[in-house]
């Protein structure tokens, strides 16, 4: 049962050089919350630097990159339902009177 | 009596392609996402309709951003020392791949460790909003944080928290009748410490729940490896996926929570 050294070896590379750029990642994303950003561009860019570290996870330590179909398949399917679970309750924040008051401050 | 053997725990399964262990693992992962997607749904939900003043602009106001770091850099090492442990068994090196187990098992202590530090911090700091205004940094101000030191039924005496670059203040007395609310940072303090501490205990029972499945690998890891070496790598593969799924977690509740 035991994979050939050579391939196991390019593997175990590969993981070191991930760990790597997700420690990098980390200190990045930490680093850049001290800029004390815009809000919105405060959260576009720790949530694109989150997924590229949860990507790395998700394709190399879960092997997702070299995975089969049927997984991809269930997760897609999890993935609109997220999206769902996402989205569906947002869109309340577009009723037109919709709007929050704790003592005359409008929370929006 | 006969035995009866579990099929496809070692070969693909001719309909998935995959052996059924693994199978049953990306379904259980499957329900994960909704459970967690949910929890952050209502996140969104309750941080956006927040009204104003009572979210934290950054989570760094409240929490240890410091030990949140160490804490992620510590899942992610788990990580790699998990997918490790299965590489070495892939290898046919038992006693590497052990040791790569207890070192993931000691990672997810070190990480409880340090979550549990926090979650003291949070339960032994308090805050206090008062009706009449008392003099502290200079100012007049109606809400103090720092730690208790004396609670009777005639007052409280605590010692605010030090601003930065100035001296700590002095304790201070109040008197129970000019208390509006006494409070520590626990789930009670807002909606966000109330967030905070579903999504990280959530979280770190799932640490638990891990810790729990890698020390019976370790317990039962030689046995098994003599009658089935490919049995037992396909269950650290297994507990290697959940753990990973675990470590994916995280990376997102720690910007959330600790740097927004």
């Known amino acids: ?108 | 009596m006969s035995t009866v053997a579990i099929p496809y725990d070692i070969e693909p399964h001719p309909i998935t392609g995959m052996y059924n262990g693994k199978f049953g693992l990306w379904l259980f992962l499957a329900s994960e996402v909704m459970l967690f997607g949910a929890l952050f749904s209502t996140y969104i939900l309750l941080r956006v309709g927040a009204p104003a003043g009572t979210w934290p602009h950054h989570g760094s106001e409240i929490l240890d951003v410091p030990k949140g770091t160490i804490n992620t850099l510590v899942l992610i090492a788990s990580s790699v020392s998990m997918v490790l442990a299965w590489a070495s068994l892939k290898m046919n090196n038992f006693a590497k791949g052990r040791v790569f187990l207890l070192v993931t098992f000691l990672l997810a202590g070190v990480f409880l460790v340090i979550k549990a530090t926090e979650y003291y911090a949070k339960f032994t700091h308090y805050q206090i909003d008062v009706k009449t205004p008392v003099l502290l940094h200079g100012e007049k101000v109606t809400r103090i944080t720092g730690h208790l030191h004396e609670q009777t039924d005639e007052h409280v005496v605590i010692t605010p928290d030090a601003v930065k670059g100035q001296e700590h203040p002095a304790e201070m007395e109040i008197e129970r009748d000019n208390i509006v609310r006494l409070t520590n940072f626990g789930p009670q303090h807002s909606t966000y410490m109330a967030t905070y501490f579903t999504l990280t205990g959530l979280h770190g029972l799932h640490i638990v729940g891990g810790m729990v499945v890698i020390l019976f690998l370790l317990l039962t890891g030689p046995s098994m490896w003599s009658k089935n070496p490919a049995k037992l790598t396909n269950r650290v593969e297994c507990t290697g996926l959940y753990w990973h799924f675990v470590d994916l977690v995280w990376i997102f509740l720690f910007p959330v929570f600790y740097l927004l």
């Open chain 1, 1 to 108: 049962m035991a994979s050939s050294s050579h391939e196991m070896d390019k593997h175990l590379k590969v993981y070191y050089i991930v760990f790597g750029c997700l420690a990098v990642l980390t200190v990045l994303t930490v680093s850049v919350a001290y800029l004390h950003l815009p809000i919105v561009a405060a959260v576009a860019v720790a949530l694109l630097i989150a997924c590229v570290k949860g990507s790395l996870v998700a394709s190399f330590f879960m092997h997702l990159i070299s995975e089969r179909r049927l997984i991809f398949v269930i997760l897609g399917l999890c993935l609109f339902l997220f999206l769902m679970l996402l989205l569906v309750p947002s869109l309340t924040f577009f009723e037109p009177h919709y709007s929050t008051f704790v003592n005359g401050v409008s929370g929006r």
